[in-house]
Structure formats: C-alpha cells, structure tokens
C-alpha cells in the first residue's frame, strides 16, 4: 500500500490550494487528512468515506474554507484549501481510513500514511 500526497506550496493569507493524495495497493472506505505544525501534535483535518452520501467530516478550524473529496475511479483524494491563514502552516499527510472521538478526527488506528506535504501560509 502506498500514498502519495502532493500539492503544497508557499502562498499568502487569502490564498488557495489544492492538495491530492493518491493511494495504490488498497481501495478504502475512508481516507483522511491530518496536519502537523511545526513542535506542535498531529491534528486531524478532514475525512471522507466512499458511502453513497459521501459522508465528509471537518475540524472546527477548517471547517468552511476546506473541502475534502475523492475520485474513486482515480484513488485519489483531494483537499481543497480556501481562504488559507497563517495557522494553517504544516506538512499535510493522508491516511486511510477515518476515526472520529468526540467530534475529532483522530489518528488511531490509521496504518497506512502518505510521506506529508509542506504548505506554508505567510506574507
């Protein structure tokens, strides 16, 4: 099983991206989107799964500027990165599979990452 995460980049408050993440060897459920800022703990992002309602799931931080998708018939995941803020700045992994506690998406039982991305929002 591989992923393959790209996308990132440098760019001003305001601005967008689009990150992917394509996935080989395994056709999940759900995949997920974590970010990880510099001497601070991995966080979850968003996640998606492959049901009929194509059910997503966002962290309170993102939620509004952020919208994660998949096309299945690529295995690749897309993050779409809005409106991005300063506090944004991380590397960005994809995982397979979706763990929610409490409303978060956490990364427990997540086997299978990407190598992460570095997006940089600054002016």
């Known amino acids: 099983v591989q992923l393959q995460a790209s996308g990132g980049g440098s760019v001003q408050p305001g601005g967008s991206l689009t990150l992917s993440c394509e996935i080989s060897g395994l056709d999940p459920y759900a995949m997920s989107w974590f970010r990880q800022a510099p001497g601070k703990e991995r966080e979850g992002v968003a996640c998606?799964?492959?049901?009929?309602?194509?059910?997503?799931t966002y962290a309170d931080s993102v939620k509004g500027r952020f919208t994660v998708s998949r096309d299945n018939a690529k295995n690749t995941m897309f993050l779409q990165m809005n409106s991005l803020k300063v506090e944004d700045t991380g590397v960005y992994y994809c995982?397979?599979?979706?763990?929610?506690?409490?409303?978060?998406?956490?990364?427990?039982?997540?086997?299978?990452w990407g190598q992460g991305t570095q997006v940089t929002v600054s002016s």
């Open positions: 995982a397979v599979g979706c763990t929610v506690v409490a409303g978060e998406i956490r990364a427990i039982g997540l086997n299978y």
């Open positions: 998606v799964s492959r049901s009929s309602t194509r059910s997503e």
